[in-house]
């Protein structure tokens, strides 16, 4: 059985990706403290830190790197990925998270695990052709006699009911490796994704501000008066653009056209767009509910990104949601698991070393 490190968990989709693989998660480390904690009461068994990664010394894990002996191991490197995002989060060449791969590259090289998957935003990857951590990472893992491939991939494509656009790096010691095939063959219908319908239809109808009695996060964010009138306005789908005058906000009354995504409602049919830190919240992306006058729920947001139902999590409005949109899409995570036990199991169990 592959035996994963997390470096980067967060609340944990990319663990729970792997585990539903028939990964085992021996170990993971984040510094948020509610993200920490949601992964602790969803990964009993695993060891988990609530520490910086630059206060980590490599003889701290050690111990349980030594406790896998003759088990192939997956380090998992998912950094923060608001230093390479097109949003304007923060003054980027401020931010000392852009170093966090470096300081993954440290443990990788220490322990030299037989796999190495990595996922962060697209933009990334032209850095291999610049100084940058991206490139002394690569620059590394050839150097030390690792197959790999990284590729911006549509999480789409991989049953995940999310347009949300990732780049993907898989690495296997000394072994050629590649990333796996699409699920979903995009030259064909829409019918081929999964959707929104699909992941959240059954859920039983809430309101505005209100939680569930019953279901786990099953909880959305209380909408201003005014906002209440705008989702009225807005069809499944639709947008600002539907609104009657009256309800239009000070900045588009000038004949402005862009962001149509705000205040907009998702499509049944189709898959979400992607989420993001601030994914219950009408006013920053399409993250409405299709057909019921609110923004999406925290379990639904959960949803789309394909944790299962009994995943819980912990922390307010705000904090779950930025756990779930910082989140790797479950399903993509165990996409990837699937493909290195095959690939591992192809070896007869024998990774060269």
């Known amino acids: 059985m592959i035996q994963v490190f997390d470096f980067f968990a967060g609340c944990g989709g990319t663990s729970k ?13 984040d510094n948020n403290l509610d993200a920490t904690l949601t992964f602790k009461k969803n990964f ?5 830190l609530n520490k910086d990664i630059n206060r980590i010394k490599i003889e701290e894990i050690e111990p349980l790197v030594s406790g896998c002996k003759g088990k192939p191991l997956l380090f998992c490197g998912c950094a923060p990925c608001q230093p390479f995002t097109k949003q304007k989060t923060t003054k980027k060449d401020r931010d000392n998270r852009i170093q966090l791969l470096s300081e993954f590259q440290r443990f990788v090289k220490a322990f030299k695990p037989h796999y190495v998957f990595v996922e962060n935003v697209p933009g990334m990857q032209k850095q ?27 999480s789409q494509d991989y049953g995940i009911p ?18 796996p095939k699409k699920i979903c063959d995009p030259s064909k219908s829409l019918k081929e994704y999964s959707t929104v319908r699909e992941w959240i239809s059954d859920l039983p109808p809430i309101e505005a501000g209100e939680e569930h009695p019953t279901i786990p996060n099953h909880r959305s964010a ?25 309800l ?14 705000v205040y907009g409602r998702m499509k049944w049919d189709e898959p979400a767009t992607g989420l993001t830190t601030r994914c219950i919240s009408l006013s920053n992306g399409r993250f409405g509910h299709p057909e019921q006058n609110r923004a999406i729920s925290i379990r639904e947001a959960a949803c789309l990104q394909t944790f299962p139902r009994d995943f819980i999590f912990h922390g307010n409005l705000n904090s779950m949601a930025k756990q779930i949109g910082n989140a790797v899409p479950v399903k993509l995570a165990e996409v990837f698991g699937k493909h290195m036990i095959k690939h591992y199991r192809n070896l007869n169990g024998k990774i060269q070393n």
């Open 222 to 246: 209380q909408l201003e008066p005014i906002n209440l009138k705008r989702i009225k306005s807005t069809p499944e789908g639709g947008n600002r653009l539907n609104w009657p005058k009256s």
């Open 248 to 261: 239009w906000l000070d900045c588009h009354k000038d004949g402005y056209k862009g962001h149509t995504d």
């Open 17 to 29: 990706g792997f585990e539903m693989a028939g990964c085992n998660i021996v170990f993971a480390l």
């Open 162 to 179: 999310q347009q949300r656009k990732r780049l993907v790096l898989i690495a296997c010691k000394t072994n050629q490796i590649s990333i």
């Open 128 to 154: 291999v052709f610049q100084s940058s951590p991206f490139k002394t990472f690569v620059d590394y893992l050839r150097n030390d006699g690792y197959s790999y491939e990284f590729k911006v991939i549509q």
């Open 44 to 48: 009993p068994d695993t060891i988990v």
